[in-house]
């Protein structure tokens, strides 16, 4: 890669961080600079080049050394933590590098800084922001668990409990490292390859969420970037609920897919007037207000282990859980991580796979396609209706029941797709079960984006019940089957359906 800065990495940091009480064991930074190192190399395509000051400084003026290697440094790493924060050298570094890099090419590349900011531990912001002005508008890489000064312990690799979000929160950081040498480069060539580059994949929308998803949301982050796609926000500001919310609505905007990670939290509460919701629940809403307008898929993950911390919180999950509403146009995830990534994965693959083009029949206005919606155990049930909407010239088809839940759930999706009208078969299915197929149906408008929402309809059949009569009294195109099928009860229903484009 063509670059004008002999080193890619200054990493400035407090020696007291590096430190260990285990002969030939690396210290923290060693370890990271080793680990990053590796990972920053995969992704260049070459030997990363990095560096950091091995000595300790004691009163002696700050080296020359030091400050001739600003100039030819692309990015500075600050080691955040206590230690940093009290050392006058630590300070005077990062002042020497953004002089020196205002003097290059800028101390911004694009919108983004070129000084990256790992928080080892927790530090008063208010304090972050003595260092440095720009400080207050970076979020910075968390490399701690605990959420509080006096609680918060440092990812150490060596312990095979956090060895794994250790590794992940450095591939985070040497991703976006790459990103902005890359930009660099081009910009020093007075090249636009990047910009001119195959597409990028689709953004993503992956929300803010309360502390206890944090590592979950970062794990998410890292492979979404792996696979090439971009993830919004970065660097969330929370603190005018205005200003917070205009910024989550423009980044929606941009987003084919909001993912909403909901935990036992309920997160950061903007300041502002009117009701005090917090960014989880205000940044639903906002994805609500998008999937209505402009189709935007969802995905809400809220673990079946999940326990409110509360009362405030119990009610936002039960929301989700029973007002159709909440879950506008989303799939809720019940199951552990694995299974909200697999349906993350699968979702992202069905929005990039190309439309497929209408058969000649399809084109020349061919059958209308009828989804007869049912729950596995009416499918028998079916038939007479299904013959009935055959003779009078649709094509009806039935959910797919059986096979490996991804492609069970992308072809019931596809029926969505295709579907000119929907029939909720009502027989077998507890009342849950009808709640559900609600809820679900609430997606159409996405499934048909600039077109008419496909007509529903509910047929009712099997054992009679109090829900089914609520129905009959107080819903429109309701048809009773209850006593068995009959022409006769089509009649209303082959009416509208006439009116289908």
């Known amino acids: ?83 940093y924060l009290n050392s006058k050298w630590c300070k005077k570094e990062l002042t020497e590098f953004c002089d020196a890099a205002e003097h290059t090419t800028g101390l911004k590349i694009g919108n983004k800084y070129r000084v990256l900011k790992i928080v080892k531990l927790p530090v008063e912001r208010e304090k972050q922001d003595t260092l440095h002005p720009m400080m207050s508008h970076m979020l910075g890489y968390e490399f701690y668990t605990g959420g509080k000064e006096d609680t918060a312990i440092e990812l150490d690799p060596e312990y095979a409990e956090n060895a794994q979000l250790y590794r992940t929160k450095v591939a985070m950081l040497a991703q976006d490292i790459a990103v902005l040498l890359k ?16 597409p990028c994949k689709a953004t993503v929308y992956l929300a803010d969420c309360a502390y206890d998803r944090r590592n979950d949301r970062n794990f998410l982050a890292a492979e979404l970037k792996a696979r090439g796609y971009k993830v919004v926000p970065e660097n969330s500001q929370i603190n005018d609920r205005a200003e917070y919310t205009a910024n989550v609505s423009r980044l929606l905007d941009e987003s084919r897919l909001s993912i909403h990670l909901v935990g036992n939290g309920y997160g950061t ?60 146009g989303a799939d809720l995830i019940r199951g552990g991580f694995e299974a909200l990534k697999e349906t993350v994965v699968a979702t992202l693959k069905k929005m990039e796979e190309p439309k497929p083009e209408k058969t000649p029949e399809q084109t ?30 649709f094509e009806a088809r039935i959910p797919v ?24 078969f009502y027989g077998a299915g507890e009342e849950t079960w009808k709640r559900a197929v609600d809820c679900e149906l609430l997606k159409l408008p996405g499934y048909h984006p600039g077109k008419p929402r496909p007509m529903v309809f509910t047929y009712l059949s099997g054992a009679d019940s109090p ?19 009959s022409e006769s009860a089509m009649e209303p229903l082959m009416v509208k359906l006439g009116r289908l484009p």
């Not at 930009?183 to 195959?198: M, N, V």
């Not at 809400?300 to 029973?322: G, Y």
């Not at 829900?467 to 099928?485: A, N, T, Y």
Request: net charge negative.
């Open 1 to 83: 890669m063509p670059f004008r800065f002999e080193k890619h990495v200054f990493i400035s940091y407090s020696h007291l961080d590096n430190d260990t009480d285990t002969p030939g064991k690396d210290g923290w930074v060693s370890h990271l600079e080793k680990t990053l190192y590796g990972q920053l190399s995969t992704r260049l395509g070459e030997r990363a080049r990095i560096w950091r000051d091995p000595t300790l400084r004691g009163n002696e003026d700050f080296s020359e050394e030091i400050v001739g290697q600003f100039s030819n440094a692309a990015l500075l790493v600050s080691v955040i933590s206590p230690g």
């Open 269 to 328: 509460v903007p300041d502002g007037p009117g009701e005090q919701k917090s960014v989880v629940v205000l940044q639903n809403e906002l994805a609500i207000e998008r999937s209505r307008s402009a189709g935007l898929s969802r995905i809400i993950w809220l673990p079946d282990d999940t326990t409110a911390d509360n009362a405030v919180q119990q009610n936002f999950i039960k929301s989700l859980l029973e007002d159709a509403n909440a879950q506008f």
């Open 467 to 485: 829900d089914k009569r609520e129905l009959l009294e107080l819903e429109p195109d309701v048809i009773d089957g209850l006593q068995g099928f």
């Open 364 to 393: 020349a206005g061919g059958p209308k396609l009828i989804y007869v919606v049912c729950d596995a155990k009416d499918r028998e049930s079916t038939i007479p209706l299904r013959k009935f909407f055959k003779s009078r010239g």
């Open 401 to 424: 029941f059986q096979g490996e839940a991804t492609a069970v759930r992308e072809a019931n999706e596809q029926a969505l797709r295709d579907c000119d009208a929907v029939m909720i």
């Open 183 to 198: 930009q660099l480069a081009a910009d020093s060539e007075g090249s636009t390859q990047i910009q001119t580059a195959a």
